[in-house]
């Protein structure tokens, strides 16, 4: 159980189009959901947090009309690149946490999106 | 907000040593700190965690130990075995809920030679 899925795995996109990218719980319901990027052989940053039914909240630094989040439901985060450029090219990795069941955080296989 | 701190970037082990990661945070109302092993192109998976209340851990090779006074917290992994290869991250979160951030540290490259 608790499994996290991303849609695509990986992604080519031109320079000034967007990209959506899916995360799913696949057998729990999630209500809140982490959004991170990883540039090659650095950490995982966290972006944003993703609520069901209200507002992400981004980190400082993060630029939320350039990274739209959605959460539509319990299952359901979309994270959309708007207006990529090539220096937006990086893996991008989902998380959920279990809603009412302990803090372990659940990660998505990540999406390795590239711009050219 | 909190900091997490990892060293060393890059550690390599002949195979059967032990290896030590160490790492440091500094927000003291975090008391969840998770141990990831991330191999290339892949997602982190949680190896191992420890709690606040709770000074160490052990699940076979691998141990956790806590200093909640100095803010410090170890890997150790013993009779390193090549698959050991990877990069481990550390972090830390207060926990109060599945809302919780968890804040990563930078990661140490582990590299185990035959």
């Known amino acids: 159980g608790a499994v996290v899925s991303q849609h695509p795995s990986w992604v080519i996109c031109k320079s000034g189009t967007s990209v959506k990218i899916e995360c799913r719980s696949l057998d729990f319901q999630a209500t809140t959901m982490f959004w991170y990027r990883q540039f090659p052989k650095q950490s995982l940053m966290l972006m944003a947090t993703s609520n069901e039914g209200s507002k992400a909240t981004y980190e400082q630094g993060v630029e939320k009309d350039k990274f739209l989040i959605n959460h539509a439901s319990l299952t359901l985060s979309t994270l959309t690149v708007t207006s990529a450029h090539p220096e937006d090219s990086s893996f991008y990795i989902c998380s959920a946490g279990r809603t009412g069941v302990n803090y372990e955080q659940y990660f998505g296989p990540g999406t390795r999106l590239t711009v050219t | 907000g909190e900091n997490v701190e990892q060293h060393p970037s890059t550690l390599s082990v002949q195979e059967g040593d032990s290896a030590v990661i160490k790492c440091t945070y500094s927000?003291?109302?975090?008391?969840?700190f998770p141990w990831y092993k991330q191999e290339l192109g892949k997602r982190p998976q949680l190896i191992i965690d420890?709690?606040?209340?709770?000074g160490e851990k052990k699940d076979q090779r691998i141990a956790v130990t806590l200093n909640k006074t100095a803010k410090h917290f170890s890997l150790h992994i013993t009779e390193t075995q090549p698959e050991d290869s990877a990069v481990y991250f550390c972090a830390a979160t207060m926990l109060y809920s599945s809302a919780s951030k968890i804040i990563f540290g930078s990661g140490t490259r582990l590299s185990i030679r035959p």
């Open positions: 927000d003291s109302a975090s008391n969840y």
């Open positions: 420890i709690r606040s209340n709770v």
